[in-house]
């Protein structure tokens, strides 16, 4: 049972515009969310992340949005570069000593 | 330079051997945590440890051992590796979860023949 998905495998986006990474989960009871970005051959790096309580978190071009009632959240990326190639992965932490559950990911590619 | 150091960072295995990844964290993280990715499959836990003297199951736990001796090391070993376990191995740490998530090391490739 899959409790993050990311029903996306892979997306392309053209230099400048917007790039949309979708997640949906399963569990209710998940108190963040997170972000992580992988290159190929190093290890995932976190990006951002948002608490259940809110709605909305932007760090400079990168800006996840929460719909609990939906539970779905997504990564928006403007402008998109070409640096921003990699896989992304959407994953959940539910308080406690419990370890977070990761979506199976997206490679995003920024065609110049 | 703080952070994880994994090893080696890939290796030919014959099916059947035994072999044992290294992980060492220099960050005092109370947490540490494996994880193997597949194509398609995403980032599986495969075990974790929560404090030193303790350890957990993950998703995928079977074929692999782990131990918490100290904070800083938690090697995970294939008893009798098969070709299933052919993957990349990512080990990981945190003070704890939550927004800042993990730090994780650049993996090691293992290929069992």
């Known amino acids: 049972d899959q409790q993050v998905k990311q029903n996306s495998p892979s997306l392309s986006v053209q230099e400048g515009r917007i790039s949309i990474l979708n997640c949906d989960y399963t569990?209710?009871?998940?108190?963040?969310f997170l972000w992580y970005k992988k290159y190929p051959a190093e290890g995932p790096t976190f990006l951002i992340s948002?608490?259940?309580?809110?709605d909305k978190n932007e760090d400079g071009r990168f800006t996840v949005f929460l719909n609990k009632s939906a539970k779905h959240l997504s990564l928006h990326i403007v402008p998109s570069q070409p640096g921003d190639s990699a896989v992304y992965f959407c994953?959940?932490?539910?308080?406690?000593?419990?370890?977070?559950?990761f979506g199976k990911g997206t490679r995003l590619s920024v065609i110049a | 330079i703080a952070g994880i150091t994994q090893a080696p960072t890939s290796q030919i295995l014959a099916a059947g051997r035994r072999m044992t990844l290294r992980c060492t964290q220099d960050?005092?993280?109370?947490?540490m945590y494996w994880y193997r990715q597949d194509l398609g499959l995403g980032l599986r836990l495969i075990h974790y440890?929560?404090?030193?003297?303790?350890?957990g199951k993950g998703e995928v736990p079977d074929g692999y051992s782990v131990s918490r001796a100290n904070t800083d090391d938690f090697p995970l070993t294939l008893a009798s590796a098969v070709p299933s376990q052919t993957s990349v191995y990512f080990c990981?740490?945190?003070?704890?979860?939550?927004?800042?998530?993990?730090?994780f090391g650049s993996g090691t490739r293992l290929t069992v023949v």
């Open positions: 994953a959940a932490w539910r308080s406690g000593n419990t370890p977070l559950v």
């Open positions: 990981a740490s945190s003070q704890r979860t939550g927004s800042n998530g993990y730090t």
């Open positions: 440890s929560n404090t030193a003297g303790t350890t």
């Open positions: 948002i608490s259940s309580i809110k």
């Open positions: 960050m005092r993280h109370n947490a």
């Open positions: 569990n209710s009871m998940f108190d963040y």
